[in-house]
């Protein structure tokens, strides 16, 4: 089953947040999802939230679309900082990321 069948099954809202403490900084995720991703003049990745804002606050969520589901858990899994985290909103337990089980 794919993430995006996974996603769909359970019909759970996700969203999506970066730890900057952790983040290398290799623009991986940007290359993924850049409608959800980008590296700031800090040289650290960020989520975007409404009209492509960058959420630079500590822990900061977006939505993740569900047409863009696949390219934000690639990010996560790719990562090199391992500094993405996909959780389920209702009870935010993280389902892809370093803290997912």
């Not at 850049?34 to 650290?44: A, C, K, Q, R, Y």
């Not at 863009?68 to 900082?81: I, R």
């Amino acid at each position: 089953m794919s993430v995006q069948q996974e996603a769909a099954v359970d019909g759970e809202a996700l969203e999506v947040w970066i730890d900057q403490d952790l983040c290398t900084g290799d623009g991986i995720c940007a290359q993924y999802a850049p409608e959800v991703f980008e590296l700031d003049i800090d040289g650290l990745a960020y989520v975007k939230g409404a009209g492509d804002e960058l959420l630079q606050a500590p822990g900061a969520t977006t939505p993740v679309p569900l047409t863009l589901l696949t390219d934000v858990v690639d990010s996560a899994k790719e990562c090199p900082g391992e500094c993405i985290h996909v959780r389920r909103v209702s009870d935010r337990a993280e389902i892809y990321g370093p803290d997912s089980e």
